[in-house]
């Protein structure tokens, strides 16, 4: 279902949420930012776990605002899991039924189906301590979603899990989310995280939205400086066109920027003499760094490249200088 | 269900073998020596004494009334801790800390400050009614709550709730706050959400607690006595006073005490069995901490706040109040009239003399040096016995486990004749006196760190342990580096009621040793010589050490409770 | 986490080396063992608690004993009188006091009968009246003695009952504090008067005076604290409370009653060890007793009155009246039947 907020409003001693989030029938919108950004404040808020202080918060057309958690209708994942310890894998995912009042049969083969879905069955009497943390949190998915919540919300549901098991997951997370056609938020810190699942991110910083927009939006025009740096890796140089007034930055990718021996200055082209401080082989590339006093620079390069500049044989003790190169039409000016 | 133990495969370290001498010295042995007079009244065994004992319809109905009544005060201790317990996890508020040490202090009070407390604040002419009487212009006292089961029952919940409240609380702080989050998110309301998600889980505190207050409640004598209104309430406990003291029949006293024990280790053993199989292992949380600012009470909550709060003023706070209030006072006119003095606390640390301070200042000064080595003692066997019975399968791990709570279930009078006798036999004991009493004091009070500990020590999860030995610590590496850091807030918690047990105890000491004079001894010393003001604030010294004793045991745990 | 444990264990250690350095000394009487070692010529005492304590008679006596005699009484407080009997008794074969002091006619038949007492009779016991020699053996002397007895608020009760009868009045409908004969002497002792004035129908008695009684308390400590607390106006104590309030609140609210049947008597009484470790010191003591010098004491710190009829009473003991009529049970009378009058006292009370 349709997740509307209006000017919602939350303040705490030395911290203040004030941003409005929405998410459109059946989309994953990720709510993404550093730690403290507000992006857990926003979910709880969401999931009537906080009272907001002022703004409304609708869900399709009803205005959940001043509801209860338990009547709002909605599913929530946690980082820590939050399994029932004194209850089965069975009775963990039937909680939320049996509050319905669902039948004695209709639970069990409801249960059933979940357990299908998150790839874990026949493991309905096991006990949360007999589980690793991947199938706890798929117990704890299948838990979320068992009475058919019309909004998912998603807090860091893998930060507690190794490198693979978190790919592997977000995909399932992903196709089921897709299979069930539900609403999802979904907040997370890691911006590969957020690129690979959503359909739309919205950036968080300081209890504010930075930006919102689908992934290739914000990875190829972030508005500002922090989005710029939050997502991928950027080149930030700072303008020195327009002293005095609000400073403003180059921003572009490192795989657009090419480097050349000499200057290419151009119309279509700027260029940034700097000296070249590191060369890291990292598989299809190879990442140079060069500095001045004031930035430094990245670029992607082949050994193609290497070659042409003579480069090969990098020593730090004695530093080439080279000019890193980028075209004005992949460049983008954003105030910092 | 049975816990997967770290350790099933490893014997118990022979270390644990001084633990069974302790307990075998200080306990089995003088309390042995007591009770077997039950069954060997004039050295050779005759059973006729515990027969005729056992079937005596006497014997029989005092035994129902002691369990009765001891399990009334279990469920209204319970009653009163449990709401504090979830105001102090849930909320914060101003005090809150000075309540959380506040509220371990009417443990420590004797007995006899307790009765008085209660007269001066809910007797005919105490201060609640003088009140009452005063507001709507009243002849005669509006409340009478003294002098019948009800009062017994209010004074034992003022005893004892602290144990509830504490134990319970310290659970409660561990649960993971999403499991909450995550339940009403399913679409339980709150009180659902308590029955259904919180209490099952907060069991194994209730049931330590439940445990630890029945036992308490079960040997409990003056208050009994005097609150209840006389002989119509009479406990095993005042039979066997009768027995061993005044009519010397130590024989009767022994098989009575037999009977008792016997019962409440059978009650023990129950409770033993059910907290095994409500343990589990609880992940120690790595989620989202409950933010307590986040937590603001409903209007309803705030009502719900208020009316305990002011529960607790009337209930535990009256009667503490009242004995502080009465060492500040002292009778000026014939009618009784009372004005404020700090008489009493000058005679107190005066030591000409017939000054109190003769006898004051040596018992602070025991109390506090008992207390401490009490506390320590008391600490190392309890948790040695935990550790022993939570990490150790053994053969009869529930049996030990059952029996280990045996101290409480054993009147202090029994515990201190069996002392007396033992000393007897060493003829040189001067300095080691004191030393003894330390071991009493410290066999009462382990039962309630082994249970205290023992409900941690389950909820540590035996893959952490088993990570951690993977990780090449040695057992003693892991206790100190994995489970110790767990276990110190419980401990710390623990520790502060050991000190308050020994600090309090009264019985024990002066069947032992009169000689060595302890605050509660003074006090009822100075009342023996009809200085009850003095006594009063003698009382109040001996809060004012035990709140301090559980603030820094609060502090130095790193806790929250 | 490391610094909790240093700092625990220094106070541990900083506890036990206090005790080991302080405690010896402080504590009256401790340090049993110094006194074998020196085998100085000292006279052991056993005695009850408030005895010996600062503000009891035991420190004055003692040191007017041994400015006397020269010799050092070392007073051990070992509790309440039964403890001290039940002390001496574990000690039968290897006797460590010379004195019992607090053998009253509860305790002297069981003394008898564990044969820990050595009989003497002092040359001062004629200076005694008659009747307060509970024990015609002269296994134990008597020392001082008191009445139990009702004591009154003047402030809440106007005409105080003048006898066991009138204590039931409806008038006096939950005003009245006992204790328990089970655990405590006074409570003990008022059963007793009662059984005195009413023979077999004493439970009779107490079922008529059921309605009077606000509580029985366990101990005469926590009862007297009730009544001055203003919880009732009727207590069971001695005749010679009043006279404390006088002496030392300069207060005359409380009062004794005086009741027509007159009062049940406590008397106590000393006495020398059997095979005491200092026999002759030990009988010097018991002629000690009945001088001026002990019983002066008694009065005022003890709170009981002197055996010996010459001893100018002081002022506040005006307030103590003497009854007219006193009277005891027989110490072997007690004895046969305790148990069984408790326990009749027992159903009658809990009918």
């Known amino acids: ?336 | 269900m049975h816990l997967p133990s770290a350790r099933s495969w490893e014997r118990p370290h022979p270390a644990f073998l001084t633990l069974l001498l302790f307990l075998a010295l200080f306990f089995y042995l003088p309390i042995g020596s007591v009770l077997l007079k039950g069954f060997f009244p004039k050295g050779s065994f005759d059973p006729s004494v515990f027969i005729d004992t056992v079937t005596s319809p006497y014997t029989l109905r005092i035994l129902w009334f002691t369990f009765f009544q001891a399990i009334l005060s279990t469920l209204f201790s319970l009653m009163l801790g449990l709401p504090g317990a979830y105001l102090l996890s849930m909320y914060s508020f101003p005090g809150r800390k000075l309540v959380r040490a506040a509220s371990g202090v009417p443990f420590v009070l004797p007995p006899i400050l307790v009765v008085l407390g209660f007269v001066i604040f809910f007797g005919n002419s105490g201060l609640l009614n003088s009140i009452l009487m005063r507001l709507f212009d009243l002849s005669e006292p509006p409340l009478r709550v003294l002098y019948s089961l009800k009062a017994i029952i209010l004074a034992h919940g003022f005893y004892n709730f602290p144990i509830a409240l504490r134990l319970i609380a310290s659970l409660w702080q561990q649960l993971p706050p999403s499991q909450e989050w995550a339940a009403q998110t399913l679409g339980a309301p709150r009180r659902r959400l308590f029955f259904t998600i919180i209490l099952p889980q907060l069991m194994p505190a209730i049931l330590a607690a439940s445990a630890l207050i029945f036992m308490f409640c079960f040997t409990s004598f003056a208050i009994i006595l005097v609150l209840g209104g006389g002989p119509q309430f009479t406990t095993v406990e005042v039979e066997i006073y009768r027995l061993a003291k005044t009519s010397f029949d130590i024989p009767a006293a022994g098989a009575l005490s037999i009977i008792a024990l016997v019962l409440t280790l059978g009650i023990m053993g129950i409770y033993v069995k059910l907290q095994n199989k409500m343990a589990f292992h609880q992940e120690l949380s790595s989620g989202p901490v409950r933010p307590r600012s986040y937590n603001r009470p409903s209007k309803t909550g705030f009502i719900g706040i208020a009316v305990y709060i002011a529960a607790m003023l009337m209930i535990v706070a009256g009667p503490l109040v009242a004995v502080v209030v009465r060492s500040l006072q002292k009778p000026v006119t014939r009618a009784g009239e009372l004005s404020f003095t700090l008489e009493w606390y000058q005679q107190l640390f005066s030591s000409g003399a017939g000054q109190f301070g003769r006898i004051a200042l040596p018992a602070i000064r025991n109390s506090v040096l008992i207390g401490i080595l009490a506390a320590a003692a008391a600490v190392v066997v309890g948790t040695a016995l935990s550790y022993l019975t939570v990490r150790y399968r053994l053969k009869f791990g529930r049996l030990i486990d059952t029996l280990s709570m045996a101290p409480l279930a054993i009147s202090s009078v029994i515990l201190g004749l069996g002392y007396f006798l033992i000393s007897r036999t060493i003829p040189d004991l001067g300095r080691a006196r004191i030393f003894m009493i330390v071991a009493a004091h410290a066999v009462i009070a382990y039962p309630f760190v082994a249970r205290t500990v023992s409900s941690v020590l389950k909820k540590i999860p035996p893959s952490q342990l088993q990570a951690a030995m993977l990780l090449g610590a040695s057992p003693g590496k892991v206790f100190r580096t994995v489970e110790f850091p767990v276990m110190l807030p419980a401990l710390a918690a623990a520790a502060a009621f050991a000190f308050a047990i020994s600090l309090g105890e009264i019985n024990a000491t002066l069947v032992f040793s009169s000689s060595t004079v302890t605050i509660p001894l003074a006090i009822y010393r100075m009342i023996g010589s009809y200085n009850f003001f003095g006594a009063c604030a003698l009382g109040t010294i001996l809060v004012a050490v035990c709140a301090l004793a559980f603030t820094l045991f609060d502090v130095s745990g790193n806790t929250e409770i | 986490m490391k610094k909790i444990l240093i700092v625990t264990t220094v106070i541990v250690a900083a506890a036990i080396a206090a005790v080991i350095l302080f405690t010896p000394g402080t504590s009256e009487a401790e340090g049993q063992d110094e006194g074998r070692r020196t085998e100085a010529e000292e006279l052991v005492v056993y005695t009850y608690d408030s005895f010996a304590s600062d503000w009891g008679p035991g420190p004055e006596i003692s040191q007017r004993f041994e400015q006397k005699y020269g010799i050092p009484v070392r007073l051990q407080s070992v509790g309440d009188a039964g403890q001290v009997l039940q002390k001496a008794i574990l000690e039968k074969d290897d006797p460590q006091a010379d004195i019992l002091i607090g053998i009253d006619n509860n305790l002297i038949t069981r003394a008898k009968n564990e044969d820990v007492l050595e009989a003497y009779t002092s040359p001062n016991l004629d200076k005694v009246p008659q009747d307060l020699v509970f024990d015609p053996q002269h296994y134990v002397t008597p020392y001082d003695y008191g009445y139990f007895s009702i004591i009154y608020d003047t402030e809440k009760i106007d005409n105080p009952p003048t006898s066991l009868e009138d204590l039931t009045d409806p008038r006096f409908e939950d005003k009245l504090i006992l204790m328990d004969p089970r655990t405590s002497s006074p409570g003990l002792g008022f059963l007793m008067w009662t059984i005195y004035a009413y023979g077999d129908e004493f439970t009779e008695y107490w079922d008529r005076l059921q309605s009077s009684i606000l509580t029985i308390s366990e101990g005469w400590d926590s009862g007297y604290g009730l009544f001055t607390s203003g919880e009732a106006p009727l207590v069971l104590s001695y005749t010679s409370s009043p006279a404390y309030h006088v002496e030392y609140e300069d207060s005359q609210r409380y009062q004794a009653a005086l009741f027509e049947e007159g009062h049940y008597m406590q008397i106590e009484g000393v006495g020398v060890v059997k095979e005491a470790p200092h026999p002759e010191a030990a009988k010097s003591f018991i002629d000690f007793v009945l001088t001026e010098e002990f019983q002066e004491v008694i009065p005022l710190t003890n709170w009981m009155y002197p055996v010996l009829p010459e001893i100018e009473m002081p002022k506040s003991y005006d307030f103590a009246p003497q009854p007219e009529n006193r009277f005891y049970f027989e110490a072997e009378k007690i004895d046969a039947n305790r148990d069984q009058w408790i326990d009749s006292w027992s159903r009658a009370v809990t009918r």
């Open chain 1, 1 to 336: 279902m349709e997740l509307t907020t209006r000017n919602l409003k939350r303040r705490f001693a030395d911290f203040s949420f004030d941003a409005d989030i929405h998410a459109a029938e059946g989309e994953l919108v990720c709510l993404l930012g550093p730690s403290g950004c507000g992006k857990t404040t926003g979910l709880q808020l969401i999931a009537g776990i906080l009272a907001p202080d002022q703004g409304s918060i609708y869900l399709g057309q009803r205005e959940i605002t001043a509801l209860p958690p338990w009547k709002r209708n909605i599913g929530l994942v946690f980082q820590d899991y939050a399994l029932f310890p004194h209850m089965t894998v069975y009775e963990n995912i039937a909680y939320g039924l049996r509050q319905q009042g669902a039948s004695k049969y209709s639970i069990t083969s409801r249960v059933e189906e979940l357990l299908d879905l998150v790839e874990l069955p026949g493991y309905s009497q096991r006990r949360p301590e007999q589980l690793s943390g991947g199938e706890k949190q798929r117990v704890a998915l299948a838990r979320a979603v068992a009475p058919s919540p019309a909004l998912l919300l998603l807090d860091e549901p893998l930060s507690a899990l190794d490198a693979r098991l978190r790919t592997q997951l977000r995909r399932e997370i992903r196709n089921i989310q897709k299979r069930i056609g539900l609403t999802t938020i979904y907040v997370t810190h890691d911006q590969e995280e957020a690129l690979s699942l959503s359909d739309r991110i919205i950036v968080m910083q300081n209890g504010t939205i930075q930006q919102s927009g689908t992934p290739q939006e914000l990875y190829n025009s972030p508005l500002n400086e922090f989005v710029a740096r939050f997502i991928g890796n950027s080149n930030l140089v700072p303008c020195n066109t327009q002293a005095g007034s609000d400073r403003e930055v180059y921003f572009f990718r490192p795989e657009d920027t090419r480097i050349h021996a000499c200057s290419t200055e151009s119309s279509d082209t700027i260029s940034f003499q700097l000296t070249l401080k590191s060369l890291e082989y990292v598989g299809p590339y190879y990442i140079l760094e060069g500095v001045n006093q004031e930035y430094s620079v990245r670029a992607h390069a082949n050994e193609g490249d290497l070659t042409r500049l003579h480069i090969s044989d990098f020593s730090p003790e004695d530093p080439p200088q080279l000019w890193f190169c980028i075209e004005r039409s992949k460049t983008k000016i954003i105030s910092s």
